[in-house]
């Protein structure tokens, strides 16, 4: 079993940038895939960013200016998050699978508010 910990959420201005990361309670050295997936009110989840085997996968309102990243040797992943925008607003949720295409663990959440 692996716990995900989310943290570095909170609130923010337009324009402005956050660090979320995610601690797994377990080596992830054999974790296939790690993602970032978020949730606003009244929305669906939805993916944000994920990493496997060193390649990046982001949604198209992300790009260029989030970046996910990965480092094994502290088990964690992390999500550079710049030039934030009001629809930004969501929960954001790390995620990992032990096989691409599944997710087995899931963490909390981390409310990431952007607002003036």
């Known amino acids: 079993q692996v716990q995900l910990v989310e943290s570095g959420g909170g609130l923010v201005q337009p324009g402005g940038s956050l660090r979320l990361s995610c601690a797994a309670s377990t080596p992830i050295f054999n974790i296939a895939v790690m993602g970032w997936y978020r949730q606003a009110p009244g929305k669906e989840r939805e993916l944000v960013a994920r990493?496997?085997?060193?390649?990046?996968e982001y949604a198209e309102s992300v790009k260029g200016r989030f970046t996910i990243s990965r480092d094994n040797a502290r088990n964690t992943v992390s999500l550079q998050m710049n030039s934030l925008k009001s629809e930004d607003t969501a929960v954001y949720y790390c995620a990992a699978g032990v096989q691409v295409g599944h997710y087995d663990y899931w963490g909390q959440g981390t409310q990431v508010t952007v607002s003036s």
């Open positions: 990493i496997s085997g060193g390649i990046t």
